[in-house]
């Protein structure tokens, strides 16, 4: 029987769990990681080349704490030797007047984080790659930029493990005993106990958690890549992230050319709603045409779409994160609900998830991802989020 117990066992292994185990690892505590998969899989929300890291939000405490979470990335590159994060600016396009651009420049303002508004003609001087009309407002913001998603994981779980800490993969956890005197968490493999648990489960959190009855939905989410003929056009140090709010409602993105797959493109918003246990992962053929028929329009040279990928966002009503305790048990810690712009805190919900194992409580401020706020419903407005 395994008597051990740990400091600390962390549940699931993509972007939060990984940088979680690292921050705890680092600090001295007895780690054990359990994945479900093998680390680096592409059933969840964490893989893939690249994930956007940005300022703008329309809510400012978001904005406030991006600033500890790019400082804290570039700690882990000094950490590591490695290049993760990357600057290539943003551009913002929307028709003028738009409420999705003034929203993002409010926030910036009230954060003190430079931006400019330009014109179509200064877009086309800048980055002719885009076609827009004169009647669009652009949002530049110098300091936006792109992860290394897969990288940052994989980085995160190395460090953790050169600092002591326990990766098990292919280690599903089948339940958690939380009113345990030692919380015991069960898998297929034997039972595990931890003076604290923290749950970082991703699209799994609800089923996990299922005492809790969670308001997460998972829904399926694709992105669609491009490699058009003079892909140099399209490198991070010729062209930059962009986003575009339709006057449909649809909020684009895009990521230029990193990694074999080239330019990344997609839609962010709310996609079909499915089981995080779906084997399926086949795009659909009418997104592809949609993503195409935008490209066509506003960058006619990247062509048709060469690749896609299927991903899944976990889904909070409110589209904030739940960060905090279990209501009924202090000793499980829960980091859930990212409902698809979570990426770029990964670093910082790492340092913040060790903190409350540590030291029951963080410095930063993470009352709006209470596990009892009131969960307003989205005001189907698409959120500068991704
Ligand atoms: C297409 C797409 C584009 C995105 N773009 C951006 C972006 O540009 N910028 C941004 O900031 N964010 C973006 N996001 C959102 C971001 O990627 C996610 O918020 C983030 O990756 C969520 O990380 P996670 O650790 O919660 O989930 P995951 O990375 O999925 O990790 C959860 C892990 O837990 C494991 N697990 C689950 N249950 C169990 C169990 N019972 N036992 C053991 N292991 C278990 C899973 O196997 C998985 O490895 C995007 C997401 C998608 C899908």
Redesign the pocket.
């Given at each position: 029987m395994n008597t051990h117990i740990y400091d600390a066992i962390v549940?699931?292994?993509?972007?939060?769990?990984s940088a979680t185990a690292y921050q705890l690892a680092k600090s001295g505590a007895d780690v054990l990681v359990?994945?479900?998969?093998q680390r680096g899989?592409t059933?969840?929300?964490?893989h893939?080349e690249t994930?956007?890291?940005r300022f703008f939000y329309d809510k400012a405490f978001y904005t406030e704490l991006m600033k500890t979470a790019y400082a804290e990335w570039r700690a882990l590159e000094s950490a590591s030797g490695k290049s993760l994060l990357f600057i290539t600016g943003s551009v913002g396009i929307g028709a003028k007047g738009n409420p999705y651009g003034r929203a993002a420049r409010e926030s910036l303002d009230v954060a003190g984080v430079e931006s400019e508004w330009w014109d179509a003609a200064e877009l086309a001087e800048r980055f002719p790659q885009f076609r827009v009309t004169n009647d669009m407002d652009i949002l530049w913001q110098k300091d936006t930029g792109f992860l290394r998603?897969a990288e940052c994981v994989s980085t995160h779980l190395q460090l953790a493990e050169q600092h002591g800490a326990t990766v098990r993969e292919e280690?599903?956890?089948?339940n958690i005993d939380w009113q345990a005197d030692v919380p015991t968490v069960q898998t297929e493999d034997g039972q595990f106990h931890g003076k604290k648990v923290v749950v970082?489960?991703?699209?799994?959190a609800g089923t996990?958690l299922a005492e809790l009855d969670l308001p997460l939905t998972v829904t399926k989410?694709q992105?669609c890549y491009y490699q058009p003929a003079d892909i140099e056009r399209f490198q991070p140090d010729r062209f930059p992230v962009f986003t575009e709010s339709t006057p449909e409602g649809e909020f684009i993105?895009g990521i230029p050319a990193f990694g074999r797959n080239g330019l990344k493109i997609?839609r962010h918003g709310r996609g079909q709603i499915i089981s995080a246990d779906t084997p399926e992962r086949t795009p659909d053929a009418d997104y592809i045409a949609h993503i195409d028929a935008y490209v066509q329009e506003r960058m006619p040279e990247l062509g048709k779409t060469t690749h896609t990928?299927v991903?899944?966002?976990?889904e909070t009503p409110d589209e904030d994160f739940i960060i905090d305790a279990h209501p009924h048990c202090p000793n499980v810690l829960i980091?859930?609900g990212?409902?698809?712009?979570?990426?770029?805190?990964?670093a910082l919900v790492g340092r913040i998830m060790s903190e409350l194992v540590r030291k029951g409580e963080t410095g930063f401020d993470i009352q709006p991802f209470r596990i009892d706020r009131e969960h307003q419903i989205s005001s189907g407005i698409p959120r500068l989020s991704?």
């Open positions: 549940i699931g292994a993509g972007g939060m769990g359990l994945e479900q998969f899989h059933f969840g929300s964490s893939g994930r956007i890291i998603a280690t599903a956890v089948t970082t489960a991703g699209a799994w996990l989410q992105v993105y997609a990928e991903c899944l966002y976990t980091a859930a990212f409902s698809g712009h979570g990426f770029k805190f990964c991704s």
